[in-house]
């Protein structure tokens, strides 16, 4: 069994910062990309940005020059980093991550989401 465990978000002012990470725990052989998602309310769930286990990030046009994933493989961790933040950021923030393990092979795992509001 796999977990992804958010933690980070809150309530901000426009143009705050808030950092959020996300931890993966379970029976894991390895993990490829890891990615962070956001659907606010009555929209779909689009990607914000996604990290290669080898370090290479992508992101979603509206957050370029303003968010940062990382990730740290040793603890299994992914990070974003939310700088000059929006109203329009706000949502619930979700991790996704692509694991391997012994029972199941190669599944993209979800976290619980957590919410970030950004006041106006």
């Known amino acids: 069994q796999v977990q992804l465990v958010e933690s980070g978000g809150g309530l901000v002012q426009t143009g705050g910062f808030l950092r959020l990470s996300c931890a993966a725990s379970?029976?894991?052989?390895?993990?490829?990309?890891m990615g962070w998602y956001r659907q606010a309310p009555g929209k779909q769930r689009d990607l914000v940005a996604v990290?290669?286990?080898?370090?290479?990030?992508n992101y979603a046009d509206s957050v370029k020059g303003r968010f940062t994933i990382s990730r740290d493989n040793a603890k299994r961790t992914v990070y974003l980093q939310m700088n000059n933040l929006k109203p329009e950021d706000t949502a619930v923030y979700y991790c996704n991550a692509e694991v391997w393990t012994s029972t199941w092979g190669k599944y993209l795992y979800w976290g619980q989401g957590t919410q970030v509001t950004v006041s106006s």
């Open positions: 379970g029976s894991i052989l390895r993990i490829n990309d």
């Open positions: 990290i290669t286990s080898g370090g290479s990030p």
